[in-house]
């Protein structure tokens, strides 16, 4: 079983900054891509940024230039760095991971997983 487990999250001020950092543990053989997903109440989950093991990243453009996602392999952990926040940001969000785990003898298989998510509230 593989847990991922987030933090960061909290009250701020407009133009403010928050950092995110979620923990994978569990049976792990490595881990693919990694993201965060955000949902703001009455609206769709949304992806907000993703980073590849090797680095390669990827941001939705109404964060752009305000967000960096960032990872550290060695401690199975991924980053999201939120400057000059505004109140349009506030919503849960959600850690992902997909996981390569062993299967069958010799045979490794990738998996989803999801984090709890974590309450970020921007106030005017």
């Known amino acids: 079983q593989v847990q991922l487990v987030e933090s960061g999250g909290g009250l701020v001020q407009a133009g403010g900054s928050l950092r995110l950092s979620c923990a994978a543990s569990g049976s792990i053989f490595s881990i693919n891509n990694m993201g965060w997903y955000r949902q703001a109440p009455g609206k769709q989950r949304e992806l907000v940024a993703f980073i590849t093991s090797k680095g390669h990243t990827n941001v939705t453009d109404s964060v752009k230039g305000r967000f960096t996602i960032s990872r550290d392999n060695a401690k199975n952990t991924v980053y999201l760095q939120m400057n000059s926040l505004k109140p349009e940001d506030t919503a849960v969000y959600y850690c992902?991971?997909?996981?390569?785990?062993?299967?069958?003898?010799?045979?490794?298989?990738?998996?989803?997983?999801w984090g709890q998510g974590t309450q970020v509230t921007v106030s005017s």
């Open positions: 992902y991971a997909n996981v390569n785990r062993w299967t069958l003898p010799g045979q490794i298989k990738a998996y989803d997983y």
